[in-house]
T-cell receptor, first 116, second 108 residues
């Protein structure tokens, strides 16, 4: 159980393109979904937290107009990297959680984004 | 000071060895604690939750000491397949704070 699917797994595109990443909880309803970014040899860093039907909460230093998050249902959240530039190249990972905030988060398999 | 600090790696051990990872956290209000495993270029996978009473799952034992804000993970009889980066993770008000990870390499 607790499977989280993330799509696409790999994206290579030109600078200026907007890229949409989907995160789905397949066998449970996720009250909260999280978006992380991981640069090479670094820790995962939380970008934003989203709850179904409400606006995402962004971490300090993360531009909400750059990284658009939509959490339309209890099983789907999307992250759109708008007008992506090479410095946005990173490993983007979502996670989903059900129940109380102290429950484990279950991670998607990540999206490797490369902006040329 | 980092919020979650782990032993620097990498740890290179032979098969069958016992290896221990240490982790400290700075925020005493942290609510829950986990060890995750991350393979190269993959997503983190939950290994186990950590409790003050200790938690054992096969060859893996995790321990939490709230007084000293210290978390440990012990791997006994290590296997080649245990090679990965081990992430100490602390939940603070619903947010997961990740340590930088400790890389383990188990050699034949």
């Amino acid at each position: 159980g607790a499977v989280v699917s993330q799509h696409p797994s790999r994206v290579i595109c030109k600078s200026g393109t907007s890229v949409k990443i989907e995160c789905r909880s397949l066998d449970f309803q996720a009250t909260t979904m999280f978006w992380y970014r991981q640069f090479p040899k670094q820790s995962l860093m939380l970008m934003a937290t989203s709850n179904e039907g409400s606006k995402a909460t962004y971490e300090q230093g993360v531009e909400k107009d750059k990284f658009l998050i939509n959490h339309a249902s209890l099983t789907l959240s999307t992250l759109t990297v708008t007008s992506a530039h090479p410095e946005d190249s990173s490993f983007y990972i979502c996670s989903a959680q059900t129940g109380d905030f102290d429950q484990p988060q279950h991670f998607g398999d990540g999206t490797r984004l490369s902006i040329l | 000071r980092k919020e979650v600090e782990q032993d620097p790696g990498p740890f290179n051990v032979p098969e069958g060895a016992t290896v221990a990872f240490n982790c400290t956290y700075s925020n005493s209000a942290s609510q829950s604690f986990f060890w995750y495993r991350q393979d190269c270029r993959k997503e983190p996978k939950l290994l186990m939750s950590v409790y003050s009473s200790g938690n054992e799952d096969g060859r893996f034992t995790a321990q939490l000491n709230r007084a000293s804000q210290y978390i440990s993970l012990l791997i006994r009889d290590s296997k080649l397949s245990d090679s990965a980066t081990y992430l100490c993770v602390v939940n603070q008000g619903g947010k997961l704070i990740f340590g930088q990870g400790t890389e383990l390499s188990v050699k034949p």
